[in-house]
């Protein structure tokens, strides 16, 4: 959310800034000048997401494929797609989901306190004594059968997370706590059940574990931005788990901006200003020194200071969403993706990379360094997910590209949509060419564009009425 300074349309989009500072995926606002999406294609979009995530849901006692059991947590669980796409509760793609719209409040304070359920009470080290699952820490994924936490990606095995063969970092993924704030956050705004911040889970308050969540991401001392250092490294963002990143890393420390921000406004619903002012303060300083730390001459914000250190497309249109990057920052960056995106270097079929190509490590990999070979899944295929955070950045400069750049999205879709039969599977999680799709009917893939779209067109004619 922020303004484009520039004297033509710069009224517009002030406008649409005041009108829009509520709207949030990760604090997503609409895009500006014209509506980038006809009204045609948003309700295909709308329609395929809603089916998308119907098809994610697991019911109780619905049973998954071998061996992964039956629903047994006593309520809807929400995995990250269907066509028995990863068969678990995964926490971040179902936070990230959550304003479509289509998920019920019974079913939101169900995963939200099987989340703070499983939330660690005790810093342990995993049986193959490899790694360290520290104090408050949020699963990556729950076990449906189980409810067991898995704090590591790569295993649905409770004993062998965190082992060698399993080998995600030695700590578990940095943006989970982030999520975990989120889901809490969205659900007392959509319900107004204040009263659930004081409800005991395990012995402790749900604002106590949200709290506890929030400071489990390690930082350097006297600092509030994410950091990581080998031996103790983590993941940074699940959707580049296979990625090894280290030092100061931009992109949980964008989640860890807005968690600070929802904090800030959960204390401030229960009259606690200290609290309140507190969390707003590691925000503010978050937004201060997000720019210092990762801008790079282009406008982009690369992943870290450390290993794959290189501009980050994701974190950057995030970034320009949430109002982190301002001013000449931000032209540059939307024009730096605009310019990839005219040149190729950018999209495919309106599927967005997590590199610009021509800002690969180098010739034998995207990231500098990747558990995965070039081009394949997070080390340079094209995802869905970020389609919409792109979308919105190019807007700022050239809204007929990101008209352009949405309608191939859709028109991928309608190409591969998996309601067609069995030989058809799109939204994918990520496609290169087309040689290269996994994972076949992706909730994030739809749900987290539809929600910036559905956002810029309800905006965008309602200024229009005016």
């Not at 009263?195 to 106590?208: C, E, F, P």
């Not at 969403?321 to 495919?348: C, E, P, T, V, W």
């Not at 007929?400 to 069995?422: M, P």
Request: charged share 20%.
């Amino acid at each position: 959310m922020m303004l484009f300074l520039r004297i033509k349309g710069a009224g517009k989009r002030i406008i649409k800034f005041l009108f829009l500072s509520f709207i949030y995926v990760f604090s997503y606002s609409a895009v500006d000048g014209n509506i980038i999406i006809d009204e045609e294609d948003l309700l295909f979009l709308r329609q395929l997401t809603k089916d998308v995530l119907e098809s994610s849901r697991i019911y109780p006692t619905q049973k998954l494929p071998e061996p992964f059991g039956v629903n047994n947590t006593g309520g809807v669980l929400i995995r990250p797609g269907g066509k028995d796409t990863y068969p678990a509760f995964w926490i971040r793609d179902y936070a990230m989901s959550l304003e479509t719209g289509f998920i019920k409040p019974e079913e939101q304070k169900h995963m939200l306190l099987l989340t703070a359920k499983t939330q660690c009470d005790q810093t342990w080290i995993t049986q193959s004594e490899n790694a360290m699952i520290p104090v408050g820490a949020i699963a990556d994924h729950i076990l449906v059968d189980t409810g067991l936490p898995i704090y590591f990606p790569g295993t649905y095995d409770y004993n062998l997370q965190g082992s060698k063969q399993n080998q995600y970092g030695l700590f578990p993924p940095y943006c989970d706590q982030f999520f975990f704030i989120k889901m809490a956050y969205y659900y007392i705004k959509s319900t107004s059940d204040i009263n659930i911040l004081v409800a005991k889970i395990n012995g402790k308050s749900l604002l106590d574990r949200l709290e506890l969540a929030f400071n489990v991401p390690p930082t350097k001392k006297n600092d509030n931005l994410v950091f990581t250092v080998e031996p103790f490294n983590g993941v940074d963002f699940g959707f580049r788990d296979a990625i090894h990143i280290t030092g100061e890393l931009c992109f949980p420390s964008i989640l860890k901006y807005k968690a600070a921000k929802e904090l800030s406004e959960l204390y401030s619903r229960i009259k606690d200003n200290d609290k309140a002012t507190e969390y707003n303060l590691i925000a503010l300083n978050i937004k201060r020194k997000l720019n210092k730390t990762f801008l790079n001459e282009n406008g982009m914000l690369n992943a870290s200071t450390g290993k794959s250190a290189q501009p980050d497309v994701w974190a950057t249109a995030l970034a320009i969403f949430m109002g982190l990057l301002n001013g000449d920052d931000q032209i540059k960056a939307s024009n730096h993706l605009r310019n990839a995106y005219k040149n190729g270097k950018l999209a495919h079929e309106g599927n967005i990379r997590h590199i610009i190509t021509d800002e690969d490590f180098n010739k034998t990999t995207a990231w500098e360094v990747a558990k995965v070979p070039k081009n394949i899944y997070q080390n340079g295929s094209f995802w869905g997910t970020p389609t919409g955070w792109v979308a919105y950045a190019i807007s700022l400069v050239d809204t007929n590209s990101a008209r352009q750049l949405v309608k191939e999205y859709i028109e991928h879709l309608k190409k591969y949509d998996y309601r067609k039969g069995e030989n058809f599977g799109a939204p994918y999680e990520c496609i290169f060419g087309d040689f290269y799709k996994r994972g076949p009917v992706y909730l994030t893939s739809v749900s987290c564009p539809f929600i910036v779209l559905n956002a810029d067109y309800n905006a965008m004619k309602e200024h229009q009425e005016r």
